[in-house]
Nanobody
Framework: QVQLVESGGGLVQAGGSLRLSCAASGIIFSIKSMGWYRQILGKQRELVAGIISPTRTNYADSVRGRFTISRDNAKNTVFLQMNSLKPEDTALYYC???????????????WGQGTQVTVSS
């Protein structure tokens, strides 16, 4: 079992920055991918950014050039640096990990509890 704990959300003015962190604990044999999703009330959860390796990342068009996803393997942590924030970035942000817990094991998906990001205009 893997637990994901997110931090770094909060209230910021438009144009400001926040850095989200998602730390994992538990048994992880290998990491397939990490990602950040967000959900606005009444809408579906959407992918914001994903990372497989430092050179393999992907971003939603709405955040490309403003957000940067990165990982620290030694600390089992994934980050989302959010710059030039806009009011429309306001949402509940979730981290997502897809891992294996043993050699030859199947892929398992885990979600964090969510951290609120609010951007005021």
């Amino acid at each position: 079992q893997v637990q994901l704990v997110e931090s770094g959300g909060g209230l910021v003015q438009a144009g400001g920055s926040l850095r989200l962190s998602c730390a994992a604990s538990g048994i992880i044999f290998s990491i397939k991918s990490m990602g950040w999703y967000r959900q606005i009330l009444g809408k579906q959860r959407e992918l914001v950014a994903g990372i497989i390796s430092p050179t393999r990342t992907n971003y939603a068009d709405s955040v490309r050039g403003r957000f940067t996803i990165s990982r620290d393997n030694a600390k089992n942590t994934v980050f989302l640096q959010m710059n030039s924030l806009k009011p429309e970035d306001t949402a509940l942000y979730y981290c997502n990990w897809i891992v294996t817990e043993r050699a030859g094991g199947g892929l398992l998906e885990y979600w964090g509890q969510g951290t609120q990001v609010t951007v005021s205009s």
